[in-house]
């Protein structure tokens, strides 16, 4: 691994390796977390911050999967250390780990199975822009892990009674909105969360069903893999980073299509609208999303 670091000549396949050997360690961390959500005591304290914008929820178990998950990789491939305390100024070739603490935290709260364990490696482009160059993630509870690495294609990877499946990943050939089935997420904060539904009821009368079930993360590989045919969300939050690179890698590693609502790439220091598709019904969708732009009182809160 230090070779590989050094020269930076990995082929696909030795992503492929390294993302497999993170994948481990996920499910390692995500196990500590299922035990402590069938723990029957209280999972979660309110947060204090940002209480004028809506409830959120400090888990204890974050603490633990950010212990676990820096120490466990930096024995593994270190490369220049973890996003979060990264430099003001990276050079190009530069790679960072991004560990995501529980996506989906109010699923996890309530005892729902539809949360995750996530990490993205990010690598700095020639243009000094940081990309997510690998993304794993894990739902504990589910029994599933999804993976994918720059140029290696997608794997999702299913636990089951009579051991691990393994399937490549590639989304739905739905060609219109009409009889599709999308997913949608939805904010605490209420001026964000109307946009969501404004989108939803604009939307009434053409895909089959519109779920809205979560996390991003998971949402994300639903429509790499064809459960969903879409996915979109409003202003989606820098604490949502992490998630997002994970389940970005496997959406284009699927060869599914990502972006802002407005089209534009999505800027991973920055919150974002985000929306996925199977890359066969995007131009529709847009024409739905764009009724509904990030308003300035949004942008400038």
């Known amino acids: 691994m230090v070779a590989m670091e050094e020269t930076r000549e990995e082929?696909?396949?030795?992503?492929?390796?390294?993302?497999?050997?993170?994948?481990?360690?996920?499910?390692?961390?995500?196990?500590?977390?299922?035990?402590?959500?069938?723990?029957?005591?209280?999972?979660?304290q309110p947060s204090t911050e940002n209480a004028d914008r809506g409830p959120r929820y400090k888990l204890e178990v974050d603490n633990k999967i950010m212990r676990f998950m820096s120490a466990r990789i930096a024995d593994i491939a270190h490369f220049d250390g973890f996003w979060t305390t990264r430099p003001a100024e990276s050079r190009p070739g530069q790679r960072y780990w991004y560990i995501g603490k529980i996506d989906g935290v109010i699923n996890y709260v309530r005892r729902m199975s539809e949360w995750t364990v996530t990490a993205a490696l990010f690598e700095f482009g020639p243009d000094n822009e940081p990309k997510p160059i690998i993304g794993i993630v894990h739902a504990p509870a589910l029994?599933?892990?999804?993976?994918?690495?720059?140029?290696?294609?997608?794997?999702?990877?299913?636990?089951?009674?009579?051991?691990?499946?393994?399937?490549?990943v590639v989304p739905s050939m739905t060609s219109s909105l009409d009889g599709s089935v999308l997913s949608y997420g939805m904010s605490f904060i209420p001026s964000e969360s109307q946009r969501a539904l404004d989108v939803a009821?604009?939307?009434?009368?053409?895909?089959a069903d519109i779920k809205r079930v979560g996390p991003v993360s998971l949402d994300l590989c639903k429509v790499a893999?064809?459960?969903?045919?879409?996915?979109?969300?409003?202003?989606?939050?820098?604490?949502?980073?992490?998630?997002?690179?994970?389940?970005?890698?496997?959406?284009?590693?699927?060869?599914?299509?990502?972006?802002?609502?407005?089209?534009?790439?999505?800027h991973w220091r920055h919150d974002n609208d985000v929306v996925a598709s199977n890359g066969l019904i995007i131009r529709e969708l847009q024409h739905y999303l764009q009724q509904y732009p990030w308003l300035d009182s949004i942008n400038q809160r």
């Open 11 to 44: 082929t696909p396949q030795d992503l492929r390796n390294l993302a497999l050997k993170v994948a481990g360690l996920l499910e390692e961390a995500g196990q500590h977390a299922l035990h402590d959500q069938l723990n029957p005591r209280n999972l979660a």
């Open 143 to 168: 029994g599933l892990t999804y993976l994918a690495a720059r140029g290696a294609g997608a794997v999702r990877i299913h636990k089951t009674a009579v051991g691990e499946k393994r399937d490549k």
């Open 201 to 207: 009821s604009s939307l009434a009368g053409r895909p």
């Open 225 to 266: 893999d064809g459960t969903y045919d879409a996915y979109f969300e409003p202003m989606l939050h820098v604490w949502d980073i992490a998630g997002i690179a994970a389940g970005t890698v496997v959406v284009w590693e699927a060869q599914g299509t990502l972006s802002r609502w407005d089209g534009e790439r999505i």
